[in-house]
């Protein structure tokens, strides 16, 4: 198990918001993955249009979970029409 930092970008849209993050929230259950920190950051202007969205509803997650199991995340977030945009880092710790 490694150290990550996720931080996601939803549709500004709050039933779409709630979709998102229920998708990522069964997903880390099913890969067993620990989240030692939740934060809603809000609805935010984004430097650019992404997928014809102005606005964007941010969350920030530090989390556990295996290295193997970020690729899979990776892949069907992109497919996910909820998710603007996503980002791993590998803390290191």
């Not at 490694?2 to 997903?27: H, P, Q």
């Not at 620990?34 to 989390?63: F, P, S």
């Not at 497919?79 to 710790?93: D, P, Q, R």
Request: no cysteine.
């Amino acid at each position: 198990m490694r150290n990550y930092e996720f931080t996601v970008i939803f549709d500004a849209d709050e039933e779409k918001t709630k979709k998102g993050l229920a998708d990522i929230d069964t997903l880390f259950k099913a890969e067993n993955v620990t989240i030692t920190k939740q934060d809603d950051m809000g609805i935010r202007q984004l430097a650019y249009v992404i997928k014809k969205n102005d606005k964007g509803h941010y969350y920030y997650y530090e989390l556990s979970a295996d290295p193997a199991s970020i690729h899979t995340f990776e892949q069907k977030f992109v497919l996910n029409a909820t998710i603007l945009k996503f980002l791993f880092v590998n803390t290191g710790k």
